[in-house]
Nanobody, 118 residues
Framework: QVQLVESGGGLVEPGGSLRLSCAASGGIFSINAMGWYRQAPGKQRELVAAITGGSTKYGDSVKGRFTISRDNAKNTVYLQMNSLKPEDTAVYYC?????????????WGQGTQVTVSS
């Protein structure tokens, strides 16, 4: 099993920045993708950013403000969050997708709270 540990959430003022980290351990797949999702109260969980190989993608609401990066040696993915807005307030979840020869396996972290408020 893959274990994901998230860190870096907290309270920040509008316009501020946070850096989230997610470290994966356990039965790491040779081929995998990692990403960040978020869920605000009363809303569905949505894609924030994802990275696999040299490819990245972002949700429309965070393009130009957030940057996802990955340290393959540490099996860690980061999310640099700049110019934060109150609407960014949510629980942020790290997602890990591993690929075997026949299947895909999804793993989720426990989530970390990000609150943007003045």
């Amino acid at each position: 099993q893959v274990q994901l540990v998230e860190s870096g959430g907290g309270l920040v003022e509008p316009g501020g920045s946070l850096r989230l980290s997610c470290a994966a351990s356990g039965g790491i797949f040779s081929i995998n993708a990692m990403g960040w999702y978020r869920q605000a109260p009363g809303k569905q969980r949505e894609l924030v950013a994802a990275i696999t190989g040299g490819s990245t993608k972002y949700g429309d609401s965070v393009k130009g403000r957030f940057t996802i990066s990955r340290d393959n040696a540490k099996n860690t993915v980061y999310l640099q969050m700049n110019s934060l807005k109150p609407e960014d307030t949510a629980v942020y979840y790290c997602k890990y997708r591993g690929y075997s020869a026949t299947s895909e396996y999804d793993y989720w972290g426990q989530g970390t709270q990000v609150t943007v408020s003045s």
